[in-house]
């Protein structure tokens, strides 16, 4: 690495700082200009909110968007090279760059988070606390663990890493349709991550990752970071979102027609759906809850308000956004099961039906969120939409049972972990039948079984999912192997610690334990400190895939181009690819289906000259 490398990462901190810098001064020297005394403290919402902006715009110019696009578009050239290290530490239009930053962005953010749980599970094994200082503290610790955990990691790693790497050479595509803003989309993750994480630093919020209002703005100024920082991650999502459809598309290779295209491109590609249609509803949300703020306006006021608005605007993306998370998951499991099994994909309609079924439905489920807020006439309609749920998500099911029947199952580690996955998501699926279901709903609402549920659904489904596909597409991305035996070694310890937690976390929420609430009744103790041990070994499992992946990209043992024996485009190129995804001068025209595992089943594939293709 050279100077010229890693510069415009620097650069970009530096000028984030003296922009925000900036803005905090200009607004507290105007406030104080026009109302003196005590304002002007440069930890005002309106300082906090121009400043964050200003200083949002001083980390884009300084990473390198300046250079890469602004002065580009006026008549000016590109000053540096889209190639090389230093594309991963500056604004390019790689994909395969934007897909190592995404997924290096939402490792240190899951470790952030991660510690975060560990203060917290230390905190809970006294019923009086035993690590924060303050009450205040712990509801702050777990409102920025939930914020990071959702919005940084479970939105983005499988999304914004795999997809973005495998899903233009999955449709033999070379480039997206909008490189450039597919390149900004992962450079929005940092500022959004530390604007949330130093959110204690100006004041604080405790109001649970949700920032549900009056609890938004009755604590601490810090909740203007959970805003700013919340809507950045969202607008990191929704920018991938319309880069992965808009590529679908219109670059998708000859003879890619829509029954041939692969499972996970419509896993991303219906996730990418749901974050278009919604991610505004919950943006609008946060602007109005910004603008009650700063502006003095009485969107959610107590009097006057409509207090329940927020809510509702709120789930309108984050209960689909749950199925963001896991439907890229669920297209994985497809994916890696018919390579594990050697059997033709079973039900594949069915399964692209699951994909339709939950964009129609998703929307619509939102309310049983706060069914004890809201009128009678809402709960039965709510309830049967919400348990609906289950029947496109059981397609999916059916077409990963179906596939390993009667297959010659090979157990690898990325198939181990899907398979865990299957088995967590199964759990927390069963269990959220309790939480869609009016009775029972008024009963465990804001109980840790609810959290519990929710671990299940999100932490079981999606991460045993990231974790495996990092092991499957390890040979593809670097070249090398990863030690199989320390994979499946993570595999058992990650699955037999999560289980030992978080089932934990149904008994004590069943027994009457609240969440969000620092301090518990003494008889609670025993449960809680055999969930907190159980964490922290689980906590300390993940250091297990950290010195694996890094010791193997350096000493495992060499892959060849296809070591899986996979079908799909992405599995033709080199290992590791080169910068273009396909040779130059031929183009891959697909010509049956790539999850056809018969015996003497035909090539997928052709490569034929570039000018032959047109």
Sequence with gaps: MTFADWWPLARGVLWAAIGYIIGTLLVG????????????????????????IFGLVGWFMGIGVWEGWV??????????LNKGVGRYFRFGTEAKATATRYTIFAIATFFIAGMLAMAIRVDLLSPHGMFFATKEQYNEAFSIHGTLMLLAVAALAILGGIGNYILPPMIGARQVVFPKLMGLSSWFVP???????????????????????????????????????????????????????????????????????PMFVYGVASASVLLIIFVPYTATAFLFNLFDMVVGTQFYALKGGLTLAYQDMFWWLFHPEVYVFVLPAWALWLEIITVFSRRSLFGRG???AGFVGIMAISGAVGVHHFFTQVGDARLPIIMGITE???????????????????????ITSPLLLILMSM???????????FNSDVPANLQIHNTFFVVGHFHYTILGGMLFTWIGALYYYFPKVTGRMVNEFWAKLHAWWFFIFFNFTFMGFFVVGLDGMNRRIATYLPYLQPMNDWISINAFLLGAGFLIPLVNLVYSYY???????????????DWQMPSPPPYENFPFGKEPVVVSDFYNYEENAPEPVIWVDAKQST
């Design 555 to 569: 000493r495992g043992p060499l892959a060849g181009q296809n070591p899986w024996g996979a079908k799909t485009l």
């Design 350 to 352: 069915w399964a692209v």
């Design 388 to 410: 609906m749920v289950s029947v496109p998500t059981g397609f999916f099911y059916l077409a990963a049972i179906g596939t390993l029947w009667g297959g010659r199952v090979r």
């Design 71 to 80: 002065k580009p578009s006026f008549g000016g050239e590109e000053t540096w």
């Design 423 to 433: 088995v967590n998501f199964l759990i927390g699926g069963l269990t959220g039948v």
């Design 191 to 261: 500022p959004g991550v530390v604007a949330v994480a130093l959110s204690p630093l100006v004041g604080g919020y405790e109001s649970g990752w949700m920032g549900f209002p009056p609890l938004s703005t009755m604590g601490g100024t810090g909740i203007i970071f959970y805003f700013m920082g919340a809507a950045t991650l969202l607008l990191s999502s929704w920018a991938g979102a319309i880069n992965f459809v808009a590529t679908l598309v219109f670059l998708r290779t000859k003879g890619m027609t829509l029954s041939r295209v």
């Design 29 to 52: 020297i105007i406030e104080h200009s026009l109302y003196g005394g005590s304002h002007g403290s440069l930890a005002s919402p309106r300082e906090l909110t121009v400043g964050y």
